[in-house]
């Protein structure tokens, strides 16, 4: 079957940096997104990676390694307003969205 | 209006009940999804329209029933639910849901309880 892992809550400090993991096994492998959902509102898309590295969009950054089935977002100079759950999803060989439960982000003062 | 909009953001049905669910989009894609979302689990589709054509139905229970009249809107309708359908109900939309990486923007959803 298909499969996405993520820690289920995280806690970090305001100012800090967190990285939130995401490992996959899907039938095929077209792209990795990345989503930040607030409480009570829609998820927003925040990083798409579909080849190996690192990608890099102000604070926030996304890397992707292929042959480990491995994602991670990076989160730098956190805030308060960061305090969100994040969706990984991954697209498979139907190009269908594989979800994962959501990383619920804690960010204390 | 802009985005995705979904109405009502809360719902409360009896079983017996019928009700709809509406989404909107404002950003002339031609791709909408129905999504459920329960705590703690992840995203599960339900429903898929490219060009208003059904092509996605992941075994959902024949008590929900799409309809997509056009690009920019999507129903849900809804009957005879049972409590286990409490959820929070998202819309999204794309620019097209095969192969290229167009991500997909979600509405606000509707937080639905089944008494």
């Known amino acids: 079957g298909q499969n996405i892992d993520q820690p289920t809550e995280m806690t970090a400090t305001e100012g800090a940096i967190v990285q939130i993991n995401c490992t996959y096994q899907?039938?095929?492998?077209?792209?990795l997104f990345w989503y930040q959902q607030h409480a009570g509102e829609a998820p927003t898309f925040l990083s798409y990676?579909?080849l190996d590295g690192l990608e890099e969009k102000g604070r926030f950054s996304s890397f992707l390694s292929r042959s480990k089935g491995y994602s991670y977002l990076l989160l730098k100079e956190l805030q308060m307003k960061d305090s969100a759950s994040y969706l990984c999803a991954v697209r498979d060989s139907n190009y269908q969205l594989i979800w994962g439960a959501g990383t619920k982000l804690i960010i204390k003062p | 209006e802009t985005g995705v909009t979904q109405t009502p953001r809360h719902l409360v049905m009896g079983m017996t009940n019928k009700k709809s669910l509406k989404c909107e989009q404002h950003?002339?894609?031609?791709?909408m999804y129905w999504y459920k979302q329960s705590a703690k689990k992840p995203l599960e589709l339900m429903f898929v329209y490219s060009l208003e054509e059904r092509v996605e139905n992941n075994s959902v229970p024949s008590r929900f029933s799409p309809e997509c009249p056009n690009s920019s809107h999507l129903f849900l309708h809804l009957h005879t639910l049972q409590p286990e359908d409490s959820a929070l109900y998202l819309c999204?939309?794309?620019?097209?849901?095969?192969?290229?990486?167009?991500?997909?923007?979600f509405g606000p959803g509707t937080r639905l309880t089944v008494t």
């Open positions: 899907t039938s095929g492998f077209n792209g």
């Open positions: 990676n579909v």
């Open positions: 950003l002339g894609h031609n791709a």
């Open positions: 999204a939309s794309s620019q097209d849901q095969s192969d290229l990486p167009y991500e997909q923007y």
